[in-house]
């Protein structure tokens, strides 16, 4: 990856970011800390990687993207309206009554969201089916699912990787994003799911690590080649709410909404990175 490109998407992310605080602050209530920590990954899918266009939400052809951690919808949005699917003014009208943004992703009402989850465990299990239903009609969209490392405690999580591999779905890449962190504190101590990598391996997933805040491998690993008839999972390890000091590496951000002197905080920290990036960016070019 050049160095501009990385540059460019560092900017994407962090106005991503800005988007989720800005969310988060207007509705009084949501999910920043994981949200933040999704920024990076999200900005590559987007402006990067899938095949998706604001103009054809609904294209039969696109590749689909399934949130199974819902909660998370503020970066997902944040990345569509950066994507240009909605203007970016709308982030301020999360879970507000009547917003095409809700607390969590709702298909139908929100464009270029594919499917409604927050329900944690269900949604990998809808985009088995989506994949499964590609490979039957020889369609060329590929579909990503997102899901928690909390999440993939659920038993769902595991007969949907069972599925995936019976089925044969290398159309299908599932990310992992393990920051550790769940809702009542470390994965490990209310109920590991760990070794991550080697139970998609034993449930014959093709497995890829990588740091969800590095921009060169997550290209990698989503450039990667097919590994025929096998689904791919990336677990990333990343960190719960990156980019702003104060909900890095805190269980207690999971889901509380920032008040106006944790938000006036939060934004100047991001404006400032934000400006550093763009710094650079002029010196490149």
Not at 51 to 58: A, I, K, L, Q
Not at 84 to 91: G, I
Not at 131 to 154: F, P, R
Request: aromatic content about 8%; hydrophobic content about 35%; some cysteine.
């Amino acid at each position: 990856m050049d160095s501009l490109k990385k540059n460019e998407l560092q900017i994407t992310a962090c106005k991503v970011r800005i988007g989720i605080i800005e969310g988060t602050y207007n509705a009084k209530s949501g999910h920043p800390g994981g949200s933040l920590g999704l920024a990076d990954t999200l900005t590559y899918l987007y402006m990067s990687h899938l095949n998706v266009n604001p103009d054809e939400p609904d294209n039969a052809e696109r590749d689909r993207v399934v949130l199974s951690k819902g909660h998370n919808a503020p970066a997902l949005y944040a990345a569509l309206a950066q994507r240009r699917f909605f203007p970016e003014e709308e982030l301020q009208t999360l879970r507000k009554i009547g917003s095409r943004l809700q607390g969590h992703p709702v298909m139908g009402k929100t464009p270029g969201v594919d499917f409604s989850t927050g329900s944690l465990g269900q949604g990998i299990s809808a985009a088995c089916g989506m994949a499964l239903a590609g490979k039957l009609s020889d369609s060329v969209y590929k579909v990503y699912t997102i899901l928690g490392d909390g999440e993939i405690q659920e038993g769902q999580v595991w007969e949907a990787a069972m599925f995936a591999s019976h089925y044969k779905l290398d159309n299908l890449v599932a990310l992992v994003d393990n920051n550790g962190l769940q809702i009542d504190g470390n994965i490990s101590d209310v109920m590991s799911p760990y070794p991550i990598d080697e139970k998609f391996k034993a449930f014959g997933w093709n497995v890829i690590c990588i740091d969800g805040h590095d921009f060169e491998q997550i290209e990698k690993a989503f450039k990667s080649p097919v590994v025929a008839d096998k689904p791919t999972v990336i677990i990333q390890k990343s960190v719960k709410g990156k980019g702003v000091s104060f909900m890095e590496n805190q269980a207690s951000w999971h889901g509380a909404a920032p008040n106006r002197e944790q938000y006036d905080i939060a934004m100047a920290e991001l404006q400032a990175q934000l400006s550093m990036l763009q710094e650079q960016g002029g010196e490149q070019k």
